[in-house]
């Protein structure tokens, strides 16, 4: 039996031998495998941090690019605000200025028509000579006052005229 036994033993002792070299090879191939999909998996998260770094970055860039634009838009805006105000400030000095020249060119009228009034109304032309007449050097009388000065207004009945 000693023999039988140590037989057993040994057949025994290879079986579990070949059963741990099996388990040890299968073990090393699931190792290798889940060694290599880990590699995998650490790869693809590497490619996605990158991409993510990319964008951030991308968008940092899109960030500072539009901030950029903002700060131009607003500087031609405030230049064009500047622009508009010294414009209105120009206007109005030109308006107060046409309404000085109007005033004038009003004034300047009314003294014309004033003057015109005089001319017409003046003791100088009261008596005129016939000239060509049967008498010779007969004065002839003509109307003076109010009937020489219809159709001129007073300078107080004269409206003011404006054009633009």
């Given at each position: 039996m000693?023999?039988?036994?140590?037989?057993?033993?040994?057949?025994?002792?290879?079986?579990?031998r070949?059963?741990?070299?099996?388990?040890?090879?299968?073990?090393?191939?699931?190792?290798?495998?889940e060694s290599e999909r880990q590699r995998r998996?650490?790869?693809?998260?590497?490619?996605r941090e990158i991409d993510l770094e990319m964008r951030e970055q991308a968008l940092a860039r899109g960030r500072a690019a539009a901030a950029v634009r903002i700060a131009s838009y607003m500087a031609s805006l405030d230049e064009a605000r500047n622009s508009n105000q010294a414009?209105?400030?120009?206007?109005?000095?030109?308006?107060?200025?046409?309404?000085?020249?109007?005033?004038?060119?009003?004034?300047l009228i009314v003294e014309e028509l004033v003057?015109?009034?005089?001319?017409?109304?003046s003791k100088g032309y009261g008596r005129l000579r016939a000239v060509g007449g049967g008498q010779g050097n007969a004065p002839v009388a003509l109307p003076r006052g109010r009937a020489a000065s219809i159709g001129h207004p007073e300078p107080e009945q004269l409206r003011r005229i404006d054009t633009p």
């Open positions: 000693g023999i039988l036994a140590a037989g057993a033993v040994g057949a025994v002792a290879a079986t579990v070949y059963a741990l070299r099996e388990f040890d090879a299968r073990t090393r191939v699931q190792a290798r495998e998996h650490d790869l693809a998260m590497q490619k414009l209105r400030v120009r206007i109005s000095e030109l308006e107060t200025e046409i309404a000085e020249v109007n005033d004038e060119r009003n004034q003057h015109a009034r005089e001319q017409f109304t």
